[in-house]
């Protein structure tokens, strides 16, 4: 058996994933918000590379990618929630919350139709 065909390893990875992309685009913006333009170099390098390794991570395996995409929505949804709210004191809003079930429930539908 393939580490991709283990259902959890690749969910592991595109919570990884997810985790990567929502993190360097936190980064990228701290540096546009940044004042120092030491500071400011150091993030957008940071985001930048952890933006490769989320590029990376999603392509490199020998996957359908097509058949997770719903799966990595859902999982970049949440991510990029808790984190806007946990760095930038940014709580989602009722509207945001409903849409993101929304997200979920799409996600979930095209997770388990194939």
Do not use: C
């Not at 980064?27 to 952890?50: D, Y």
């Not at 946990?86 to 979930?108: E, N, Y």
């Amino acid at each position: 058996m393939t580490p991709l065909s283990n259902r959890g390893v690749s969910i592991a990875i595109l919570v990884l994933a997810a985790a990567l992309e929502a993190g360097g685009d936190a980064i990228v913006r701290k540096a546009l918000h940044s004042q120092a333009q030491w500071t400011r170099f150091a993030l957008f390098a940071a985001g930048a590379v952890i933006l490769l390794a989320y590029g990376y991570t999603v392509n490199a395996p020998a996957w359908d990618f097509s058949s997770l995409l719903g799966l990595y929505v859902v999982f970049f949804f949440v991510i990029a929630q808790l984190m806007s709210w946990l760095l930038f004191g940014q709580p989602p809003s009722t509207a945001v919350m409903i849409g993101g079930g929304l997200i979920t429930t799409g996600g979930m539908v095209i997770a388990f139709a194939t």
